[in-house]
Every structure is written in structure tokens, then in C-alpha cells.
């Protein structure tokens, strides 16, 4: 339920980022050197964000991505969320995890084109230079999203409500925490006792997780934390 802060939602091994990642390396594209520039990555993220044209910049953290992002936009920046219903084409800038497991050390900035130009870029924070098998599987990870943005509905969350009502809110697949931010640490060990990963801090969130077994739950519903 924590899946790497939401950078695994499409799950460890689904889709066919990880096969373009390795075969990437197969061929010995193993070095730091830019292959080209990041179009393909750029046309995937504008697609993901409603189709206008973007340019993408990765940085080391959240907070520097952030930083970045109010460069271009103050007003309409907004931070990526999976399986949202929010109109990102609404927003100027987006600040994107990208939804592949193996990438916290990276964010995306995705900037609407018109209001991307040289003088504002010149002020922005060092990037993070991201090596082509990366490039290429955060990609492919972009498009396998939008494939399964398709097919996950409501009724794939839902089922789990009976087993995580107690001690979450729930919208759509996100789970905001109800146990009080005193009890929250505790609640996470139980979590552990009872073989399930939820995010360890009390601000974040955590996932509904995709057609998994109900049996993974039965612990907590049978032997509740009481809070």
C-alpha cells in the first residue's frame, strides 16, 4: 500500500517498462552520454497531462522540483496525483513521481511549451541528468499508465473498503489516514506485524492496492488497532 510513495501503482513487474529498461542495457547503452533529447518522454508526459505540448525537466527532490515549478507558475502549479480526476491540462506546470518503482531519485517538472522559454529556464535549479535505459523505461512507464488509466474504475477500490474503512479516508485509490498523528507510528508497526506496508509518514499516502487477494487483510479486520 505504500508502492515506493505511489511510484509503484502500476506494480513491480506489470507493463513493459522494466523489459525497455533492460533491454536498453542488453545492447550495452550503459553510460551517462544523452542519446537525444528528451522528445519521446516530453510527447508522453503532454499526452498524460491532456495533449498541449510540455517541456519535462527532472530534478533531485520533491521540494527542488516544486521550487522549479513555481518558477514557470505560481498560480497554476499542481503536483501529479495516479488515477485523479483532476484536469491537469487545467494547470500550467505539473510536478510528476513518475509511476516507476525504481526512480525516487528523481522528479519531473512538466512545463506548458508557450511559457517555457530560455530566459526562465536559465533560472532554474540544477537538473538531474537522467541516463537513456531510464529515460527510456520512465517512457515506456507513461503510456503503460495511460493504458491502465483505461481499465482501473472505482469498483477496484472499493472492494477493499469493508478492511481499511476503520483507518482510512478513502478517494479513489488514495487512502488519507483517520488514526491520530499521535498513534500514527504504532499503527504503522501494526501494519508491519500484520504484512502490509503503508506509507510511513502520516502526511503521505498510501494506495488501495490493484487486484490483490482480500485475504492479505483478514488479520486487520480480526484483530483491529485500537485508536
Not at 505511489?6 to 536498453?24: C, E, I, Q, T, Y
Not at 495516479?82 to 484536469?87: A, L, V, W
Not at 509511476?99 to 530560455?118: A, E, Q
Not at 502490509?196 to 488497532?225: A, L, R, W
Amino acid at each position: 500500500m505504500y508502492l515506493e510513495d505511489g511510484r509503484a501503482v502500476l506494480g513491480w513487474r506489470a507493463g513493459s517498462a522494466l523489459l525497455h529498461f533492460k533491454n536498453m542495457l542488453s545492447r550495452g547503452i550503459s553510460g551517462s552520454f544523452k542519446c537525444e533529447k528528451n522528445c519521446r518522454l516530453e510527447k508522453a508526459l503532454s499526452l498524460l497531462l491532456g495533449g498541449e505540448p510540455r517541456c519535462a525537466f527532472a530534478f533531485p527532490s520533491k521540494q527542488t522540483a516544486v521550487k522549479a515549478s513555481l518558477i514557470f507558475s505560481k498560480e497554476k502549479t499542481i503536483v501529479w496525483k495516479p488515477f485523479s480526476k483532476i484536469n491537469y491540462s487545467d494547470f500550467d506546470s505539473v510536478v510528476i513521481a513518475p509511476p516507476f518503482g525504481w526512480t525516487d531519485s528523481f522528479w519531473l517538472v512538466c512545463v506548458k511549451s508557450p511559457i517555457c522559454d530560455p530566459e526562465t529556464v536559465k533560472l532554474l535549479p540544477e537538473e538531474t541528468h537522467l541516463s537513456f535505459p531510464l529515460l527510456t523505461a520512465v517512457t515506456r512507464a507513461v503510456y503503460d499508465y495511460m493504458e491502465e488509466e483505461k481499465v482501473r474504475v472505482e469498483k477496484d477500490w472499493f472492494i477493499y473498503d469493508t478492511f481499511l474503512h476503520n483507518y482510512f479516508e478513502r478517494s479513489g485509490c488514495h487512502l488519507t489516514a483517520k488514526v491520530p498523528k499521535e498513534k500514527y507510528d504504532e499503527f504503522v508497526l501494526y501494519c508491519l506485524d500484520h504484512h502490509i506496508i503503508i506509507n510511513p509518514h502520516y502526511e503521505g499516502t498510501s494506495y488501495v492496492p490493484y487486484q490483490v487477494d482480500k485475504g492479505n487483510f483478514s488479520q486487520i479486520k480480526n484483530s483491529p488497532f485500537a485508536f
